[in-house]
């Protein structure tokens, strides 16, 4: 469950319905993705001002360290060290 004080990343962007929901529940969603799943989420998202989308993968994940409270991970069941690096103490990695 996302909270309202979470800071959300959401690696892999090819299903983006549940975006919305996640970014009116959280304080901060970020998505990473290939480009042309960026570019959608941005079109679909552009009504949130919560929200930010950029390219990159679960393996190198262009954000500081230990920021992210939540990570939904819509690609693999298993974490990447990159992961584990911007995920805040005490966060979570969850499915979808």
Do not use: K
Not at 10 to 35: F, H, K, T
Not at 64 to 71: E, L, Q, S
């Amino acid at each position: 469950m996302i909270e309202a004080a979470d800071r959300v990343l959401v690696i892999g962007l090819s299903s983006r319905a549940q975006l919305p929901a996640w970014a009116r529940a959280c304080s901060l969603l970020v998505g990473i993705g290939q480009q042309h799943d960026v570019l959608a989420a941005r079109r679909e998202c552009a009504h949130l001002d919560n929200v930010m989308f950029a390219p990159g993968d679960r393996h190198d994940i262009p954000w500081r360290d230990a920021y992210f409270t939540v990570i939904v991970d819509t690609e693999s069941a298993e974490p990447s060290p990159s992961m584990q690096r911007v995920l805040a103490p005490g966060g979570r990695i969850t499915p979808p």
